[in-house]
């Protein structure tokens, strides 16, 4: 008989739980407090607590309280995967902005922004300056009289196309850029990639560039912010001294700047309120999870955490490949080491010492994107094969290596092989610029091509034999 699997959060990861889950032959049901999306899902339906059932250390059971029109259900699964992410509860440090109480104008939480026409003719101070602050502070200097964006620590500003017109993750996101990174001191790899961003935008001139440079911050990916600062319509702004009744005081400046909307872009902290700290307790931004996903010291690994990870690089794939993982471990076909050793690596994770190699990612969650998913692949024998790739299809092994690391290469082997994975790979540049060719025209070819396609292979045969040495 399929176990049944309780997913709390049907946001991607958790829709990737289930994919996964049905995939294995497993019977999840879905809670999310919310009304959104459809299918085995319990709607509008609160979890209220997840708890060990008595012959926990035997069956691996949990019990699972749920809430829904003020109605208490409970049931029993033999395993729980919680998938409520790490943006869940809106974080509003108002203790860290003097005179706020007194401000009579209207201020709120990023989360709450719905629409920009509540910006027309006023004058806006948008705080933070991430994804969201910043896409609010561009959306808003289109209708307003007058915008501005503080931040304390400035942020790498970068445009979703590439050189040459490329999208940024297909030419950054690779298996022979990923090696290259990891193989250079920090330094260099710092320097490089501020060198390389700074190409598009001089930090510096627009007030962005962020006052910690050495270790890895999330990029802001913006490409109207440049233009809307030149022609005055966004205003680069340091952190707020004082809020007063109508207007605001930053730092480094006695001028008073006139406010009607104050937006907190400031982030989000999480937590698991259903869970008892025994089971899965947070710390300074993170959880003791054995590769993000695992609590250690259960008796049984039937709990798995999916989603609590910041990589470089997409979350949807990411999400799915720990649950890819997570659901074989929770069916038993796959096991985790010793607890000992478990807890071993976590707190080895949590002293954060850098590496001195590659990019430093020192700040909780963090992760390297290519570097996490090929080691779960690993568990479930699905990561690509490049050297035996080399010999009996080098084609598609140069477009793994040197291509863009799409979610295709994780379908080549292993359980959810895909057969299609293999075309998809060899054509995603076509559909990539299919929208956009709307006008076709003869391109010559380079005299160079030639040369570069033997370089390519020989890079390849280099870095396997690295990789493999």
């Known amino acids: 008989m399929a176990k049944r699997v309780a997913i709390v959060g049907a946001g991607v990861s958790g829709l990737a739980s289930i994919k996964c889950c049905l995939e294995e032959g497993l019977e999840p049901t879905c809670f999310e407090r919310s009304d959104d999306l459809g299918g085995l899902w319990r709607f509008t339906t609160k979890v209220c607590s997840v708890t060990k059932c008595s012959d926990f250390t035997v069956s691996g059971q949990w019990e699972v309280v749920t809430m829904r029109d003020e109605k208490q259900e409970s049931a029993v699964f033999d395993a729980v995967m919680v998938c409520t992410g790490f943006l869940t509860n809106p974080y509003l440090p108002l203790d860290s902005f003097p005179g706020i109480n007194a401000f009579k104008g209207q201020y709120f939480h990023s989360r709450q922004y719905k629409h920009p026409d509540i910006f027309k003719d006023k004058r806006v101070l948008v705080i933070g300056m991430g994804n969201s602050g910043t896409d609010i502070a561009v959306e808003a200097s289109h209708l307003a009289e007058k915008v501005f964006l503080s931040t304390t620590g400035g942020g790498w500003v970068i445009s979703r196309i590439f050189d040459s017109g490329y999208p940024w993750d297909m030419v950054f996101m690779t298996r022979f850029q ?32 962020p006052e910690e440079r050495t270790q890895l911050k999330e990029f802001v990916l913006n490409d109207e912010l440049p233009g809307r600062i030149i022609t005055g319509k966004v205003f680069i702004r340091p952190s707020i001294k004082e809020v007063k009744e109508n207007s605001v005081m930053f730092n480094n400046t006695s001028k008073e700047e006139p406010i009607d909307i104050i937006v907190f872009a400031t982030g989000y902290t999480f937590a698991f309120p259903f869970l008892d700290e025994s089971v899965v307790k947070v710390e300074d931004g993170q959880a003791s999870l054995y590769k993000y996903i695992f609590p250690a010291h259960l008796q049984k690994p039937t709990l798995a955490i999916i989603g609590l990870i910041k990589p470089l690089g997409s979350m949807i794939p990411t999400g799915e490949t720990q649950a890819r993982w997570a659901v074989r471990v929770l069916k038993g076909v796959n096991k985790l080491p010793p607890p000992s050793v478990m807890i071993e690596e976590i707190n080895a994770r949590r002293e954060n010492k850098p590496s001195w190699f590659g990019l430093c990612y020192c700040k909780a969650l963090q992760s390297d994107y290519i570097t996490y998913i090929d080691e779960l692949l690993t568990y479930i024998n699905a990561k690509p094969k490049l050297f035996s790739m080399l010999l009996t299809d080098p084609h598609l092994a140069l477009t793994v290596f040197f291509g863009p690391c799409s979610p295709y290469q994780f379908r080549l082997t292993g359980p959810g092989k895909w057969e299609g994975a293999r075309n998809a790979i060899m054509t995603q540049w076509d559909r990539t610029f299919k929208v956009t060719k709307g006008r076709v025209v003869q391109e010559s070819p380079s005299p160079f091509e030639s040369f570069l396609k033997l370089f390519s292979f020989l890079a390849l045969l280099v870095a396997i034999f690295l990789i493999v040495l």
């Open 178 to 209: 990923n090696m290259l990174r990891n193989s250079l001191p920090t330094p260099i790899v710092t320097w490089l990639m501020m060198r390389k961003i700074n190409n598009w935008l001089n930090h510096a001139n627009y007030g962005l560039i």
